[in-house]
């Protein structure tokens, strides 16, 4: 079986969320909850950090082994750089063929589902692609949407139908993304090659924090999780 990376890029700066990625959650920093969660995961057999924070680079040193740590070019660093870019740049030289990148801003991802992508895209992977070249995760929405014009974007005004019988769409939630090297550099450098599969995941995994709402939303949904398995245990 081929190697298989996971990517995670981590910046010192936020703008919503000062210091986002060190900001406690549920008693650790939140980068601490992804991190944990790839460890876990059978298929991957790397971790890379990728930062231009020498605060996050020693808190991974002083919390967790086997993390390849990057310190980001200056060229790359600041909020208007290109995740694919960055992308670029880790992988350019790297021996591993497989890459799953995801963000520290998903912490209530877990192991079995990341697993079970990464299972799909390799069984796919000895069937020579002939489905899909590369995988995101996306969550499922049925809802009546609109645009800033009133305009209908996915139903029809005149046909008041139940919400659970509308066409879904689709939203990336970043949560993850799963491609070859070759597809990157095939696909001008892109993560989302041409033949992408649309992974869904459930809501609650898809929460991506981007505000304090959403960071507050996560914190409980973690906590209160993890009091179900606790109760679970005794």
């Not at 924070?53 to 002083?62: A, E, L, N, Q, R």
């Not at 659970?164 to 990157?184: G, H, M, R, V």
């Not at 992408?196 to 960071?215: G, V």
């Amino acid at each position: 079986m081929n190697k298989i990376t996971a990517l995670v890029p981590m910046k010192g700066h936020s703008e919503r969320v000062p210091n986002k990625n060190l900001k406690l959650f549920s008693s650790s920093p939140l980068y601490h909850k992804i991190v944990k969660t790839l460890v876990k995961c059978k298929y991957i057999d790397e971790i890379i950090v990728n930062t231009d924070s020498k605060m996050i680079i020693d808190d991974i040193k002083t919390n967790f082994k086997n993390i390849t740590i990057k310190k980001r070019k200056k060229e790359l660093q600041g909020d208007f750089v290109s995740m694919n870019k960055i992308i670029e740049s880790d992988i350019l030289n790297h021996k591993s063929e497989i890459f799953i990148q995801t963000h520290s801003t998903n912490p209530l991802l877990n192991s079995n589902t990341i697993d079970k992508a990464l299972k799909m895209f390799t069984e796919e992977k000895k069937n020579s692609f002939k489905n899909f070249d590369s995988m995101f995760s996306v969550t499922e929405l049925q809802s009546r949407f609109y645009c800033s014009h009133f305009q209908p974007i996915n139903h029809n005004i005149n046909e008041l139908i139940r919400t659970q019988d509308l066409e879904p769409i689709f939203e990336e939630n970043s949560c993850f993304y799963i491609f070859t090297k070759d597809s990157f550099f095939n696909n001008k450098k892109r993560r989302i090659g041409k033949k992408p599969h649309l992974y869904k995941l459930n809501k609650f995994e898809s929460i991506d924090i981007d505000n304090f709402e959403d960071f507050f939303l996560a914190e409980q949904i973690y906590k209160l999780k993890k009091n179900k398995i606790e109760l679970q245990k005794k």
